[in-house]
């Protein structure tokens, strides 16, 4: 439809608007360049956080100091790590190591990163009575940092009850906290773990209660107590949930699709300030990384 516009009015002004400018050369940035000519007018993330529309966003990236940085150099530690190995080995280790999607759903991997990301949770944004997404790179990730977060919160909080001095509010505020899935239904036959937590948020209403502060007088109620919704696809773009302060990204996000994702955390609401944590996990020396 706009090829033909532009055929039947060559001579037309054409303005164009949007939200998140495609650029890059991947989405043709030189061909809208040559059609609508160079910006007007910009209204850039701090325009709108100087009017007060928006918060700043507080950017924090986490990656190993042992992380590589290309496939050549991947593969050169790789070989030299199994040296003594034989061919038939290394391939049967490549096959069950070498995919990113193995990487980032580890189970091991998953579980260090839950614990981190509870100790975070519960010291920096749980004060404050607000909640968090994860971001995670599959629907079986997401399923397996649901079981892992909430692995990590019964930790935290047999901790908190084994201290001298144990604080009866934190402890009674980290026993109502829940975490919910949020993903796609799939027509395809799936693992019965990923059906019954999409049943589970279901049940739950997770996504309006997400967005609702924490009470915990009216737990029985409303399940305001979901603290964190996981999610790998959904909820990335058009979610608007001032709550939500935090959101702690464990997938490869880029360009566009970044800028949307982490604008659900810049939301005004009374005493927040928007913060986004990326785990940046790159392939490591070892086949099997656990964080």
């Given at each position: 439809?706009?090829?033909?516009?532009?055929?039947?009015f060559?001579?037309?002004?054409?303005?164009?608007?949007?939200?998140?400018?495609?650029?890059?050369?991947?989405?043709?940035?030189?061909?809208?360049?040559?059609?609508?000519?160079?910006?007007?007018?910009?209204?850039?993330?701090?325009?709108?956080?100087?009017?007060?529309?928006?918060?700043?966003?507080?950017?924090?990236?986490?990656?190993?100091?042992?992380?590589?940085?290309?496939?050549?150099?991947?593969?050169?530690?790789?070989?030299?790590?199994?040296?003594?190995?034989?061919?038939?080995?290394?391939?049967?280790?490549?096959k069950?190591?070498?995919?990113?999607?193995?990487?980032?759903?580890?189970?091991?991997?998953?579980?260090?990163?839950?614990?981190?990301?509870?100790?975070?949770?519960?010291?920096?944004?749980?004060?404050?009575?607000?909640?968090?997404?994860?971001?995670?790179?599959?629907?079986l990730?997401?399923?397996?940092?649901?079981?892992?977060?909430?692995?990590?919160?019964?930790?935290?909080?047999?901790?908190?009850?084994?201290?001298?001095?144990?604080?009866?509010e934190?402890?009674?505020?980290?026993?109502?906290?829940?975490?919910?899935?949020?993903?796609?239904?799939?027509?395809?036959?799936?693992?019965?773990?990923?059906t019954?937590?999409?049943?589970?948020?279901?049940?739950?209403?997770?996504v309006?209660?997400?967005?609702?502060?924490?009470?915990l007088?009216?737990?029985?109620?409303?399940?305001t107590?979901?603290?964190?919704?996981?999610?790998?696809?959904?909820?990335?773009?058009?979610?608007?949930?001032?709550?939500?302060?935090?959101?702690?990204?464990?997938?490869?996000?880029?360009?566009?699709?970044?800028?949307?994702?982490?604008?659900?955390?810049?939301?005004?609401?009374?005493?927040?300030?928007?913060?986004?944590?990326?785990?940046?996990?790159?392939?490591?020396?070892?086949?099997?990384?656990?964080?």
């Amino acid at each position: 439809m706009g090829d033909n516009l532009f055929e039947a009015f060559p001579n037309a002004a054409r303005v164009a608007f949007t939200g998140t400018p495609l650029i890059t050369e991947r989405h043709g940035g030189k061909q809208t360049v040559k059609r609508f000519g160079e910006y007007i007018d910009t209204y850039k993330l701090m325009d709108s956080v100087e009017d007060g529309a928006t918060l700043q966003i507080l950017y924090e990236g986490r990656t190993a100091n042992t992380a590589l940085r290309d496939k050549a150099e991947f593969d050169t530690a790789f070989e030299d790590l199994f040296a003594d190995r034989s061919a038939e080995d290394l391939l049967a280790i490549k096959k069950k190591y070498g995919a990113t999607g193995d990487i980032l759903e580890a189970e091991n991997r998953i579980g260090a990163i839950a614990r981190d990301l509870v100790g975070h949770y519960i010291d920096n944004i749980l004060p404050n009575g607000f909640k968090a997404q994860v971001v995670c790179h599959s629907k079986l990730a997401a399923v397996r940092y649901q079981r892992a977060l909430r692995h990590a919160l019964k930790e935290r909080l047999e901790a908190e009850r084994a201290k001298p001095k144990p604080d009866a509010e934190l402890i009674r505020r980290i026993a109502f906290l829940k975490v919910a899935v949020v993903v796609s239904s799939d027509a395809t036959n799936e693992p019965a773990e990923i059906t019954a937590a999409r049943k589970e948020a279901r049940d739950w209403n997770a996504v309006e209660n997400f967005c609702k502060p924490f009470n915990l007088d009216d737990y029985d109620k409303v399940n305001t107590g979901i603290a964190f919704l996981v999610v790998c696809d959904m909820l990335l773009t058009g979610f608007d949930a001032p709550i939500e302060q935090v959101m702690y990204i464990d997938k490869r996000l880029k360009e566009h699709n970044l800028l949307q994702a982490i604008a659900r955390v810049n939301r005004g609401h009374a005493g927040q300030t928007a913060r986004v944590h990326r785990r940046l996990h790159r392939p490591r020396q070892s086949p099997s990384p656990t964080r």
